[in-house]
DNA sequence: GAGCGAATTTAGCCATGACTAAATCCAATG
DNA sequence: CATTGGATTTAGTCATGGCTAAATTCGCTC
């Protein structure tokens, strides 16, 4: 078994990987940020899990994880997922509140757990913020969202995925309607870098902060 | 916030407590046995839990939970039992199965957690295997069963609380229709510390073990 | 009251995963 | 191509919670 450390490293290893360029490798430093460790830290842990083959490390490069580290990965991945979306169906919660919950039952459930949350939600593909759900096979959808930020005025979308690391930025949009499946439409762009108008369904109007709409991955809906 | 092996350990020798007689100390050796590490390790963990200020330890003798060591054992024993109720209630796991998830999940879950399954259960007051659970406040209902072992021939006796050591004797109970609530009656006690042939509910019989029968807690049926 | 044996504690060690401070590397700049 | 500053690694330390082996204590028996 791999230690609670383990495997929060490789879950975030995994997700700086996808948030990069492919091809590119992860480095100390953004590791070492995304876990809020030091830099000396995040290079020990690299060490070992090199020294486990779960990732291969060029010193002064960065990493990359090996398929093994990818499995184990998306292993933990899947269980924060699938426990996002159980702690919200299941229990009530918030979509703000379930990441903390998850990142602390995801290392501790066993694989019937897993199982069985999996059968009470209908086998989801989709998580609580629109993330792919892995398959127990270690499989994972690609989808091909973009950015509401890079969104020209005119376009329509819908609201597909969100970022759930910031829980403020969600309770922020759930407040302002912007959910999953929302319809909307790009409005007018503000010069340098200012907010998107933005239509939220049918009657809502809103000026969304370029940060916030770079969190937000849409769906392009058909012209 | 402590440890997970400080929580372990003042859960255990929570219970070590209260199996013994009242006023008894709780020794290094039951402590090591329980916890399953040597007494080497026992000792230390004593001595940083008394440094805590959770226990007092007499060297040599044992040890006793403060008053605050109570209240701390006793939050992880209600989510420990919160938990295991919420597995065989809402995730259909079999009574035999609880203890071991509980066991890890009860470190994990936070203060929500534990206030929305108390509310999907229904605020329970009793456990998956008739255990009392503690309240939010700390108080335990002091349950004076008896050990079915310890019933003499002829009293009848309803089923109020089993032993959640041991999976492989939960199982077995369970095949035998000893279950929570369910009425027994003593035939007849073999001498030697031999079985006891008794009547469970209506038309069943069975010869059940003495060690079997201590782990077996009842409320005796008015004559 | 001495001695014995079991329980307990002490001493010293190890793995894990943090940290700071110092050394080193490397890419960009002049 | 030498310099330099930021990123990375190394070195050394610490806390936690295990372990074994050795020393110590205590209750019991003779
Ligand atoms: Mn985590
Ligand atoms: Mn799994
Ligand atoms: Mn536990
Ligand atoms: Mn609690």
């Not at 940020?33 to 842990?45: D, G, K, Y």
């Not at 960065?62 to 919200?88: C, D």
């Not at 907010?195 to 049918?202: N, Q």
Request: negative net charge; proline residues 4%; hydrophobic residues 40%.
């Amino acid at each position: 078994m791999l230690s609670e450390a383990v495997q929060d490293y490789l879950k975030s290893i995994y997700k700086l990987s996808h948030a990069s360029q492919a091809g590119e490798m992860v480095t100390t430093s953004l590791i070492a940020e995304r876990m809020q460790v030091s830099a000396a830290s995040a290079t020990n842990m690299i060490k070992k899990l090199a020294e486990l083959r779960l990732l291969d490390h060029t010193p002064y490069q960065g990493v990359e994880l090996t398929p093994t580290g990818v499995k184990m990965a998306l292993e933990i991945v899947r269980h924060h997922r699938l426990l996002e979306l159980y702690l919200r169906q299941s229990l009530g919660y918030d979509w703000d509140q379930v990441d903390a919950e998850a990142d602390r039952l995801e290392h501790a459930i066993s694989e019937d757990f897993e199982d069985r949350i999996d059968r009470a939600l209908g086998f989801p593909t989709v998580g609580a913020h629109g993330e792919p759900i892995p398959s127990k096979e270690g499989d994972i959808a690609v989808h091909n969202y973009r950015r509401l930020a890079d969104m020209a005025e005119g376009e329509r979308c819908w609201i597909r995925q969100v970022s759930d690391r910031d829980p403020a930025l969600l309770r922020y949009l759930d407040e302002h309607g912007l959910i999953l499946g929302t319809e909307v439409e790009i409005r007018e762009r503000a010069p340098f870098r200012g907010p998107l108008r933005i239509a939220i369904g049918v009657d809502r109007e809103h000026h969304l902060g370029l940060e916030a709409a770079e969190q937000i991955y849409v769906e392009i809906a058909a012209a």
